[in-house]
């Protein structure tokens, strides 16, 4: 194996390893973002764009098990930052999810601040390479998506990865 260049598995293991690091500071966290994790921030997200949202498309949207979509919920319930919409069934299950006003000025705030940590990156950036860069950052995004995680191959199609709601 090469020690350098483009073709080091070695050396792109540790710059991807560096970026998750790096992304982890530079995204949603709970001492900046409402006191929310990336993954509360995201369901917030997904229920501005989607009002009303049924839990299985919630869940699927967030790639998370039903199961654990109930918990993030509970919290963001207790928040209250969502409420369930019961009686949508006849057995009076949730069935569906809603933000609340107290949840879109918190997502919203969220937003802002991503928003501003962008654009600090993007500066930071010589803008003669932004565009190369952001053309490489989409292709990788691309690569990890088709190529999975841990070796399991991606499953899902684009179509099957983009929340279908009713």
Do not use: H, Y
């Not at 998370?64 to 009686?87: F, H, M, Q």
């Amino acid at each position: 194996m090469e020690s350098s260049g483009c073709c080091d598995v070695q050396g792109w293991w540790m710059e991807l390893e560096r970026l998750t690091k790096l992304l982890g500071r530079v995204g949603p966290d709970e001492i900046c973002c409402e006191g929310l994790t990336a993954r509360q921030c995201s369901i917030l997200r997904t229920l501005v764009r989607q009002e009303g949202a049924r839990l299985s498309d919630l869940a699927q949207a967030a790639e998370i098990s039903p199961s654990a979509l109930t918990r993030v919920l509970e919290r963001l319930e207790k928040e209250g930052l969502v409420r369930r919409v019961r009686g949508g069934q006849k057995d009076g299950r949730a069935a569906r999810v809603a933000i609340t006003a107290r949840g879109r000025g918190v997502r919203s705030r969220i937003d802002r601040l991503m928003q501003e940590r962008t654009s600090s990156i993007v500066n930071a950036i010589p803008e003669e390479s932004r565009n190369r860069l952001f053309e490489g950052l989409k292709m990788m995004n691309d690569c990890i998506e088709r190529g999975g995680c841990c070796g399991f191959a991606a499953a899902q199609t684009e179509a099957e990865r983009r929340p279908q709601f009713e």
